[in-house]
């Protein structure tokens, strides 16, 4: 009896064994022929993949107004990519470039971008090239921390404070032709800005350091004494020959960010030219809250229909009060109603952050993304785009007026 239950009990261990080896195999096979398993998994934000939903959840990241971003560019003479950098990155909250090119000459009028406070800047004053500046949005408290600049040195560092949390940018760069002192610089300022009081560290900077070369050590050996994470991986300069990774960005806790990637080149440079670096920060920041408010279209009025109205009003009953602050309310409310009558009027909806000539129309012919108003070719879609222009033009210039 004993050798018989033993004897079911092996066959059944057998049968399970057969069935457990079976199944796996049968989600093998089936998981093999999907072909869609990631070594490793994350989140969506991290995704390099090229699928056009995936770009646009990462552009939504990069302009939306929920979390804080920045951007970093090499731009070899802001001055002459002005214009082209206030349309690619006025959704930003803080900018950081390289080889800015300014001086003592250069005044803080001339370099200012829309809804930006006025740059911090260290400029190289004895000769062409070279410098480093900082913008931050006005909403966003900010203060320079000079104390961890060190002479020599390009850089800038800049306390940004933002729903309790403090955080240090610093800027860098390093020209090619620098001698070895340079590095201790660079590790002495970064040290001191790590001893700081700040809660969070980003640094950003053109280190003329080929992170793609394995052979360079100096930079990486900072990043070791500093307890940094260099966040960047693919190459961000581009010449005749070659792509090198110059443009770097280490930071002292890798889940301050959400999502980071090397853009397009948007300069006008197609032979040696920097592409920027752009990332979401794990912070989210203070809302402006949008309002509504009443405007009333004046020049479209009928001011006849509107005398009329006034007149109609027994203004003996409503003055005739012994509240002042009631007869007010009353003498305004009749003045609103009969200009309701006779006067065009509409809600519109009012960002805090939007230029004065900014409306509805001119917003949604800016969100076309079939529109180009600069085809140089003569065309039929060239004469609608003229069109368009003059459609737009004529809405600024009311808005002006009004």
Known sequence: MNLSVLSLLVILLTIIKAIIIATCLWLFN???RAGDIEKNPGPIVNSTSSCSSCSTHTDTLLSGNHFLTFTCLNTQSFLAKRD???????DRDILLFTETWFNQHTDDSDIKLESFNKPYRTDRNHKVGGGVAIYVKENIFSEEKPEFKINGLECVWVKIHVKGINILFGKFYRPPDSDNQIWEKINYSIDLAINSNADKIIICGDFNDDQLNHS????????NQNSLYQIITDATYFCERSVSLLDLNMVNDPDIILYSEVGENILENSVRYHCHISAVMNIEKQLTKSFKRKIWQYHLGDYDLFKNELL??????LIDNQ???????NITEKILEAAEKS????????RKHDPPWMNSNI??????????????????DNIISSQVLEKLEDDIELRNVN
């Open 30 to 32: 089936l998981m093999y």
């Open 84 to 90: 082209i950098i206030q349309a690619e990155f006025s």
């Open 216 to 223: 360079k050590q100096k930079l990486r050996e900072i990043c």
């Open 312 to 317: 109609k009003i027994n203004w003996d009953i």
């Open 323 to 329: 509240n002042i602050n009631t007869a007010a309310v």
């Open 343 to 350: 006067i065009p009027n509409k809600l519109v909806q009012v």
């Open 363 to 380: 917003r949604q012919m800016i969100r076309k993304p079939e529109m180009d108003c600069f085809q140089q070719e003569i065309s039929e």
